[in-house]
């Protein structure tokens, strides 16, 4: 069973940026794809971004506006999200997925088959 650790969460400032890290100790991430997730206090949960298991293509929620990145090292089988400019409404417990499902299928409708315990991000001043 895939088992994903996120890290890299924490405190941040308005304005600051954090890079989260998703990996998969023993298992090996490269048939993958690779979605990051939040949730909110008292929200549901939303997709933020999706990674082919290649890297050849990526998926961004719109309410982004181009602040976050996701990336993956596959022969570190870790993936990873920067986010910069960071805003007291990106305040969230993150979640990272996979599934052997390409993004367009599995990641919109936040279907994913294996999940995180998530980290928190809080920003604040």
């Known amino acids: 069973q895939l088992q994903l650790v996120e890290s890299g969460g924490g405190l941040v400032q308005p304005g600051g940026s954090l890079r989260l890290s998703c990996a998969a100790p023993?298992?090996?991430?490269?048939?993958?794809?690779i979605g990051w997730f939040r949730q909110a206090p008292g929200k549901e949960r939303e997709g933020v971004s999706c990674i082919a298991s290649s890297g050849g293509s990526t998926n961004y929620a719109n309410f982004l506006q181009g602040r976050f990145t996701i990336s993956r090292d596959n022969a570190n089988n870790t993936a990873y999200l920067q986010m910069n400019s960071l805003k007291p409404e990106d305040t969230a417990v993150y979640y990272c997925?996979?599934?052997?499902?390409?993004?367009?299928?599995?990641?919109?409708?936040?279907?994913?088959?294996?999940w995180g315990k998530g980290t928190l991000v809080t920003v604040s001043s």
């Open positions: 997925a996979a599934d052997s499902r390409p993004c367009g299928y599995s990641f919109y409708d936040g279907s994913m088959n294996y």
């Open positions: 023993g298992f090996t991430l490269d048939r993958y794809a």
